[in-house]
T-cell receptor, first 113, second 116 residues
């Protein structure tokens, strides 16, 4: 069975400072890992995904994540936060294409001016 | 860019009433899903649908729930007799054909259902 743990329910950063959203996963098989973002009153938008290629994955809006098998982690980072990054972020795992996704509880990112 | 759309965006209903949530998946996608998110909780998988039949369902998806693809474009979730605990945001998602690892599921904006 797969599971995802997002270590922080809420992260607050100042505009222009780095963002780190932490995610650990558990999977019996080689996982695919995703980060989705949900802005208020919007749907879930894919930020980036890891399949089995490069362990450092670049996504949209300057976000990136690194897959670390030894640490079972897939933390999301961005060098410099922007006000528009304020949203809910979900770390998600799956083991094969088009199978049910397993979501973490989400991390709410606040960006302070 | 193609998107998954959902209607209505909000629905308020009385306990015991039937509701139908509608979704229009991306046109060349063949896998369809419903997920829900109760306020303050995780997004949970409900059901997946492929080739005009349910391919997988969770424990949540009991006899009160059903899904249908009535035509070539719509994908619906019906709750026959709503309960207070059905209040949640319901997300539809779709994916292209394929079992490759990393296939992306594309989500709609959600329908917020409130059962009174």
């Amino acid at each position: 069975a797969q599971s995802v743990t997002q270590l922080d329910s809420h992260v607050s950063v100042s505009e222009g400072t780095p963002v780190l959203l932490r995610c650990n996963y558990s999977s019996s098989y080689s996982p695919s890992l995703f980060w989705y973002v949900q802005h208020p009153n919007k749907g879930l938008q894919l930020l980036l995904k890891y399949t089995s290629a490069a362990t450092l994955v670049k996504g949209i809006n300057g976000f990136e994540a690194e897959f670390k098998k030894s640490e079972t982690s897939f933390h999301l980072t961005k060098p410099s936060a922007h006000m528009s990054d304020a949203a809910e972020y979900f770390c998600v795992v799956s083991v094969a294409g088009n199978t049910p996704l397993v979501f973490g509880k989400g991390t709410r990112l606040s960006v302070i001016a | 860019e193609p998107e998954v759309t959902q209607t209505p965006s909000h629905q308020v209903t009385q306990m015991g009433q039937e509701v139908i949530l509608r979704c229009v998946p991306i046109s060349n996608h063949l896998y369809f899903y419903w997920y829900r998110q109760i306020l303050g909780q995780k997004v949970e998988f409900l059901v997946s649908f492929y080739n005009n039949e349910i391919s997988e369902k969770s424990e949540i998806f009991d006899d009160q729930f059903s899904v249908e693809r009535p035509d070539g474009s719509n994908f619906t979730l019906k709750i026959r007799s709503t309960k207070l605990e059905d209040s949640a945001m319901y997300f539809c998602a779709s994916g292209r054909e394929g079992q490759l690892r990393g296939e992306t599921q594309y989500f709609g904006p959600g329908t917020r259902l409130l059962v009174l």
